[in-house]
């Protein structure tokens, strides 16, 4: 059985599939690297990112974990995007994995567009361990990260 990876681990391994997923060197990848303004990710590079993290970490990432204006009770449906700004039970689920947000001068006047660009490798790591420790439809995660082909 391999062993469960700490922090500096878990990011190690966050660089190596960002680095593989965006064909970038691993040395340009950086824990604080921004994926869409430093790394130049687009969606489709989320797509895939996501896809190879809930496969090389066991967990399941959702729509309404990335999206912000997707509430948990509108998944897979498509929804209005008249709210200017984020409601605030949507800045609550972004917060734990994304404190970047906190730094916002008025978290009241937070748009949707503001969120992707802050998302670094950091805060994937964030959102993996988050994922790790909760359960996802009734269904309990995996409670160790362990090393593998990225470790």
Do not use: H
């Not at 691993?26 to 690297?33: A, G």
């Amino acid at each position: 059985m391999n062993k469960p990876l700490n922090r500096d681990e878990g990011i190690e391994t966050i660089r190596a599939i960002v680095a593989d997923c965006l064909a970038r060197d691993l040395t340009d990848v950086r824990p604080e690297s921004r994926l869409i303004t430093e790394l130049g990710a687009d969606s489709l590079d989320f797509i895939d990112l996501i896809f190879t993290l809930e496969k090389r970490f066991g967990v399941r990432i959702r729509e309404t974990d990335l999206n912000p204006m997707m509430s948990p009770d509108t998944a897979g449906s498509q929804t209005s995007s008249s709210t200017e700004f984020l409601p605030p039970d949507a800045l609550s689920r972004l917060l734990p994995w994304l404190p970047e947000l906190a730094a916002t001068p008025d978290l009241s006047r937070v748009r949707p567009s503001e969120v992707w660009p802050l998302i670094t490798v950091e805060a994937l790591w964030r959102l993996v361990e988050l994922k790790t420790r909760s359960d996802v439809g009734g269904q309990p995660q995996r409670r160790g990260l362990t090393t593998d082909e990225y470790g």
